[in-house]
């Protein structure tokens, strides 16, 4: 009986020295003197680390398969072999300046899991896959997650293909080099269930002094240009009533929305990332303000709800104080909620190994954003050191690793029996 089979793996659990060596290991690759990473996608250095993360699967016993977008499936065999897989994965690319653990933890914690699976002699029923996402950064190759993107069909072949770092040089091009340019099957339709383990790239756990973090989904995002137009005069001669001063309609929206954002926390978020006054003179009142707003909330209602209130407290604004304004809509990206299943094989499985958690959702782009609107997928965190990620001091604790890597290794036992 399967049902017997998966109890029997329950007193499993991975060895986070092996895991710890083998991020040390991989983090040598492109390392950087202040003890970050700069392994960029598809260069020299990002082959390396695909060679090496190859060399290991293999040794493993995983037959490996790389695919059109060069993202790369290390497989290990099921009792139901022409069946469905539990698949898991990340990125191995970096930022210019990134870490040690972003992306790389979540393919490695992977491999430690069908390490373990080997040395336990575990045979499952379904397929064990592990996948490593091409250029899920986008730091080198524009947009992040085209690797996933490509593979759930938000984006085509070509256009992955044809995407270009600063150089000229497209991705189809510098697989091709690097000799990842795959020509393997890989479809969601071949998948069974999803998981993704990463660190937290925020603050949270840490504060809350908790070491698991269980995703319900990834937030909402609405990105706008806020225009307010008003009449540019001398600095000197105009006296301060008679003016239409586009800073005052904007200083008394910032406040109306910081307000309104705080009704819907704690997982509301609003963003001023930059402001253009035009003609850009110290000693004239601007003509005209661009302002650039980053909306976000975990639930899609609320996330409507918020940008209604926001359209409102404009336009109010606009109104009192007689500025003409406009909001142009630039990005959004509605909010996606993850797979009950999955979700819920991840909270059973720290509750049976007794780490302490939260549900959370994510701030953040993952792969499994996109791997998550073809196959039923969800996400771990653990936390990383004050918060920060994409940074060359980014830092996560030993425990951490190997408590968020058991957790991998016990959703995917639950999915990966019949
Ligand atoms: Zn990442």
Redesign the pocket.
Known sequence: MSEHQWLSTQNIRINGQRLWDSLMAMAKIGGTSKGGCNRQALTELDKEGRDLFVKWSEEAGCTIKVDPMGNIVARRAGKLNDSTSVITG??LDTQPTGGKF??VY?VLAGLEVIRTLNDNNVETDHPIEVVVWTN??GARFSPAMIGSGVWSGEFDLEYGHSREDKEGKSIRSELERINYLGGDNFAPNSVKAAFEV?IE?GPILEIEDLQIGVLSGVQGMNWYDLIIEGQPCHAGPSPMESRQDPFMGLTSIMSKLYDMVAEFSPWSRLTFGDIKAEPGARNTVPERLIVAVDLRHPEQQTLDEMEQQFFNIVQEVAEKFGFKNNIKQEWRSPAVLFNQECVQAVRSSVDMLGYSNMDMVSG?G?DSVYVSKVVPTSMIFIPCENGLSHNEAENAKFEDLEAGCNVLLHSMLKQGYR
Do not use: C, I, R, V
Request: negative net charge.
């Open positions: 990340s990125h972003d992306g979540g899920e950064e990463h790239q953040a993952h």
